[in-house]
């Protein structure tokens, strides 16, 4: 088939096609409100204690196991994407996915609070695997986390200065490029879950070294979570019980696994 | 021959004259990067956005930011095309190119040839629309724009010298992405297509435009092609009671208004040493706009006082299910959409060291310590060399004729296709315009005439 004539099919396919591509399909539309009902709904469950027999302040509970203490740590690898979105061309090989990828270590320092507890844990940078920190400036993040429900706080602090700054969970501040490290959970109780069937798919870009970590989560005692952060983007959570962390973390930035925990 | 058939020999004519935009999915690589992380990324732009927490209150967020704009205004530029050897071209320097003078001034390196090779004309590769432009765009959000010529280990640098490098180092970005780039003209069913809606569009606006004053870059092309521009600002236009629709019986819960909204943002066609006056909401030679409508959900009902106001209302809602994105519905009437709601949008951060994109001999820390010098700081040591004529622009590099390398090997989805974004080539003007994209070769016999498709206004010359 000559290229005049491919042309000639497609153009008039596309006149068949064509109409209504500006405004949204009915039938998308009626899809877009049905899942937006749902958000509602969640949303509303949650406001009025009736999430799914799970109120937020258990998670961790049934999650790790036991409340968090004082003392308890572990290790995350994370990579931060670098996306080759923006970039103007169309060579395939300038638009591959990469990613820097960097350790970090968890500690919890306090635990205020029963059921309710709000939890405060240090978030360092290290070398393990020979990783270099990306931000040398920061020597340590400090996240507080109401019920498990989210990190309500996160402060970085930067070396020489007294004061931390503390950031916004919604909204990534550009004052540090580990803003784009998938280091805090996202609000756990709103989100939607599942038993885990299946494990992660690691990009090829962190295969190497989530293998070395040792990286192999039980799904048999796995649950996904798959929530959205401020802006709609998807935030997947794989979480084995009895962890103190997900085992697998995805936003729209980056993914985190967990590699190595102690308890207190 | 039915529409199905249509559908997938369109398809398949697709993968065959999309030489555009191929998947940012392939082969991915592990990149460590060990080396630039010992060195703070540049710039920090201070601490912007610290003891702030996002609002999704509709009346809050229409109330207060109804308009914003960044601060300071993001620099008009260039978009140094392939074409014309990026910025290695010497036609605004009088036959001596900004890299010519970097190398010139640093001694050693040797940008004007990386440049050539990588973003030329000796890139057998290249085609009409490759260029500058993501660069221009994060190093406007990023920088300050340079207000005079400076003059380092002997040689002058003019304005436009120092936008071009600037550009140049902000090839690779660190960023934080919301949608993904659409990859295909003709994909107009693919996620990618349909994944900035109206209500993530409208919380990125007023929380970081409107309350931060933070610059917003987005891709204003909705199909395939990528015209990163950076955004001076946005109104919406406050609504009306009768604006207001209610919630649908079907979602009983989701209270939808319709917005009118318009986007200005910078453009890259200018002289490249332009020097960018004070933004007021309206266009001029360096600034377009667009204007969008849409309707946006909030989680509960929209209030109005008997004055007009927004009294009060719920949030707005932002979910997914899979890879739906729902969030209200753009609303821009009947027709082919390239010229609609953005393809994507992006806050930059840093600027990344050099890996495969970037012209490596660039270092923006040797630019921020010498060129953004009032006036300009001699680097002592370096051994400043005589400034070498930009090269010649092949001819026969622009257009080049058919892809050259792979064709996509995940093709469109079969799902019905809109009308193919065709566009004629503009002859070129000086500066250069942004070529649209046009299939080559063109067509042996007459073919319908396509339905009108939206395009950007023609640039000065």
């Keep these: ?264 | 021959m039915n529409s199905k058939v249509l559908a997938v020999l369109a398809s398949t004519t697709a993968i065959i004259v999309t030489v555009s935009l191929f998947s940012s999915c392939g082969k991915p690589e592990f990149d460590n990067q060990a080396e630039e992380a010992n060195a703070a990324p540049v710039p920090y732009p201070g601490f912007r956005g610290q003891e702030f927490h996002g609002d999704k209150n509709f009346a809050n967020l229409i109330n207060s930011f109804s308009q914003g704009k960044a601060v300071p205004t993001p620099w008009a530029g260039y978009w140094w095309p392939y074409t014309q050897n990026g910025i290695a071209a010497g036609t605004y320097g009088a036959g001596l190119s900004p890299a010519g003078k970097y190398d010139a001034a640093r001694g050693f390196t040797q940008a004007q040839r990386w440049e050539v090779e990588n973003h030329g004309t000796k890139d057998p590769k290249v085609q009409g629309w490759w260029g500058h432009c993501n660069g221009w765009t994060a190093a406007s959000a990023l920088f300050p724009e340079p207000r005079q010529a400076v003059r380092v280990n002997g040689v002058t640098f003019e304005i436009a010298d120092l936008k071009a490098l600037l550009t140049e180092a902000a090839m690779e970005t660190g960023a934080d992405f919301y949608g993904e780039r659409v990859d295909f003209g003709q994909d107009y069913n693919s996620p990618k297509y349909h994944d900035t809606v109206p209500d993530q569009v409208f919380l990125i606006l007023t929380n970081y435009m409107g309350r931060l004053k933070q610059a917003v870059l987005l891709d204003r092309y909705t199909g395939d092609q990528v015209w990163n521009q950076p955004l001076a600002g946005y109104r919406f236009e406050y609504p009306k009671p009768a604006d207001y629709l209610g919630a649908d019986p079907r979602a009983p819960g989701v209270y939808r208004i319709l917005l009118t909204l318009t986007l200005w943002w910078m453009r890259d066609d200018v002289a490249p040493g332009v020097q960018t006056p004070p933004f007021n909401f309206e266009d001029t030679d360096l600034v377009e706009s667009r204007a969008l409508k849409m309707e946006l959900w909030v989680d509960a009902p929209i209030v109005f006082s008997p004055d007009g106001k927004v009294q009060s209302s719920g949030s707005v809602i932002v979910t997914r299910e899979n890879d739906f994105f729902a969030g209200g519905a753009w609303r821009m009437g009947d027709g082919i959409l390239v010229d609609a709601w953005p393809d994507y949008m992006w806050i930059p951060y840093s600027i990344l060291k050099p890996t495969d994109y970037a012209n490596y001999y660039v270092d923006i820390n040797w630019i921020r310590d010498h060129l953004l010098v009032p006036g300009g700081r001699d680097d002592t040591s370096a051994s400043p060399r005589p400034i070498d004529p930009a090269p010649s622009v092949r001819p026969s590099a622009f257009p080049s004729n058919w892809p050259n390398f792979p064709l996509p090997t995940n093709p469109p989805t079969s799902r019905p296709t809109g009308l193919p974004t065709w566009l004629p080539t503009p002859p070129p003007s000086e500066p250069t315009s942004r070529p649209t994209w046009a299939p080559t070769p063109g067509p042996a016999i007459p073919i319908p005439a396509p339905q009108p498709v939206p395009r950007p206004q023609p640039r000065p010359t």
């Excluded at chain 1, 409100?33 to 509602?40: D, G």
């Excluded at chain 1, 509970?61 to 670098?82: N, T």
């Excluded at chain 1, 935030?235 to 729209?252: D, I, N, Q």
Aim: net charge neutral; aromatic share 10%.
């Design chain 1, 1 to 264: 088939m000559s290229f005049g004539l491919f042309s000639v099919l497609f153009m008039f396919s596309g006149l068949a096609c064509s109409s209504a591509m500006a405004s949204m399909p009915e039938k998308d539309y009626l899809e877009a409100l049905r899942i937006a009902q749902r958000k509602v709904d969640r949303q509303a469950a949650l406001e009025t204690g009736q999430t799914g027999g799970a109120l937020s302040s258990s998670w961790i509970l049934r999650l790790y196991g036991k409340h968090y203490a004082p003392g308890d740590q572990w290790d995350v690898i994370a990579w931060s994407f670098r996306p080759p979105t923006m970039r103007m061309t169309g060579a395939p090989d300038q638009l591959r996915m990469t990613a820097q990828a960097a350790a970090f270590h968890y500690k919890v320092l306090s635990v205020n609070g029963g059921a309710h507890s709000s939890v405060t844990i240090e978030v360092t940078q290290t070398r393990n695997f020979g990783l270099t920190p990306p931000d040398p400036r920061v020597h340590r993040i400090k996240l507080t986390i109401e019920n498990l429900t989210a990190s309500t706080q996160k402060t970085y602090h930067f070396e020489g200065q007294p004061e931390g700054a503390l950031v916004s969970n919604e909204i990534p501040s550009t004052m540090t490029p580990l803003e784009l490290f998938p280091l805090n959970i996202p609000e756990l109780s709103t989100a939607r879950r599942e038993n885990a069937e299946k494990v992660p798919v690691l990009p090829e870009f962190a295969q190497d070294l989530a293998r070395k970590a040792g990286f192999s989560p039980q799904i048999t005692r796995a649950t996904w979570f798959h929530q959205d952060d401020f802006f709609g983007r998807p935030v997947e959570v794989l979480w084995e019980e009895g962890e103190p962390w997900p085992s697998f973390l995805r936003t729209a930035n980056g993914i985190a696994i967990l590699f190595r925990k102690e308890r207190s």
